[in-house]
């Protein structure tokens, strides 16, 4: 909707979609989004299961703000 009546693609915020959603819900709402989308996802893990996205982590460590160059493994 927003994609044909603005013509840009949107800016998604995503609060904590991995929390809150079992892994097949999760999967469905990343490809629902497609990949035109600029996607702000917070949360307390990152989101494995997005095979459709490339993202940039970053982390929140003694109040600045780091970027990480690939998920932690646990």
């Known amino acids: ?3 044909q009546r603005g ?3 949107p800016a998604i915020l995503a609060d904590d979609i991995v929390g809150e959603l079992d892994a097949q819900r999760r999967r ?4 629902m989004l497609g990949t035109d989308c600029q996607i702000v996802a917070t949360g ?11 993202w940039n982590h970053w982390k ?3 109040g600045k ?3 990480e160059n ?5």
């Open 28 to 31: 469905g709402f990343w490809r």
């Open 70 to 74: 690939k998920a932690p493994t646990s």
């Open 65 to 67: 703000l780091i970027q």
């Open 7 to 9: 013509g840009t693609p």
């Open 44 to 54: 307390t893990a990152f989101p494995v299961e997005d095979d459709f996205h490339s």
């Open 60 to 62: 929140m460590e003694q």
């Open 1 to 3: 909707w927003y994609r």
